[in-house]
């Protein structure tokens, strides 16, 4: 039998046959877009990887730097740590959220920007000015290289869960759901051939029954009427040879007048 393999239990009908090509369709068109879907994921995912080996180097590069600066400070001015935690009464950089639509996911995304003045201006004012302003400049942009670091990470790993769970979809809808249909749609095929097999054979069976009763009555009627004329000839014949009179074959008549003989029991 055909349409052999795994597929759905339905009664095979042209209405269960309409309904499964409908869904076939639906699932061929939904494995379209989210193969689509995918390529345009993975499209970004590989242009945020590459922005995050950038950072990652970067951040690298900036820390190192900013670590110098902190240890000429250090060299120069001494632990100036007290110093800048006197000074600082509200944070000076600031991270604002922002979101990104990719093919229907959202991506959150951070952003740095400076708010306010600089609370520890006169720090390193009696030495080490100008290490203490380099070593703010290079932890600024150090801070500035987080923040863009931490937004591509959260995007990086929200697209790749995201890209598995696509890709487990397109599998399970190339795999598994479409062949089921597609065996479906072939076993409802086949089952409807071999219904109108059978009732083509069917259909014949009762023809060739009509058929012969027809035949055996009209036989039976022709040789009803052929007995029906035999015996309309034979009847004419039986009464010519002479009929039957009273009184000639000796009997007495026992109506006639008379006494009639004493009877002892």
């Known amino acids: 039998m055909s349409g052999t393999g795994p597929r759905e239990n339905i009664f095979p009908t042209r209405m269960a046959l309409t309904t499964t090509k409908g869904r076939l369709k639906a699932a061929q068109t939904g494995h379209s877009l989210l193969a689509k879907k995918r390529d345009a994921l993975m499209l970004r995912f590989r242009a945020i990887l590459k922005k995050v080996d950038e950072a990652k180097r970067k951040m690298g590069r900036v820390m190192q730097v900013a670590a110098f600066s902190?240890?000429?400070?250090?060299?120069?001015?001494?632990?100036?740590?007290?110093?800048?935690?006197?000074?600082?009464?509200?944070?000076?950089?600031?991270?604002?959220?922002?979101?990104?639509?990719?093919?229907?996911?959202?991506l959150p995304g951070f952003e740095a920007y400076k708010e306010g003045s600089n609370e520890f201006g006169l720090t390193g004012l009696g030495r080490g000015g100008q290490q203490v302003q380099k070593c703010k400049e290079s932890y600024a942009k150090a801070v500035e290289t987080l923040v863009e670091l931490a937004s591509l990470q959260t995007a990086f790993m929200i697209l790749d869960d995201v890209i598995q769970i696509t890709n487990r979809r397109v599998n399970a809808i190339e795999h598994v759901v479409i062949p089921r249909l597609e065996n479906t749609i072939k076993y409802i095929n086949s089952e409807l051939d071999e219904m109108d097999r059978e009732e083509f054979f069917r259909l014949k069976k009762i023809q060739g029954k009509k058929k012969r009763d027809t035949e055996e009555r009209a036989v039976a009627a022709k040789a009803k009427a052929e007995a029906e004329a035999e015996a309309a000839e034979d009847t004419p014949r039986a009464g010519e040879g002479g009929g039957y009179e009273v009184g000639q074959g000796g009997g007495d008549d026992l109506l006639a007048s008379g006494k009639d003989k004493d009877v002892i029991f």
């Not at 240890?71 to 935690?85: C, K, L, N, P, R």
């Open 70 to 106: 902190l240890a000429e400070v250090t060299y120069v001015a001494g632990d100036i740590s007290y110093q800048v935690q006197e000074s600082a009464k509200s944070a000076q950089f600031r991270v604002r959220a922002k979101q990104e639509n990719v093919s229907g996911v959202t």
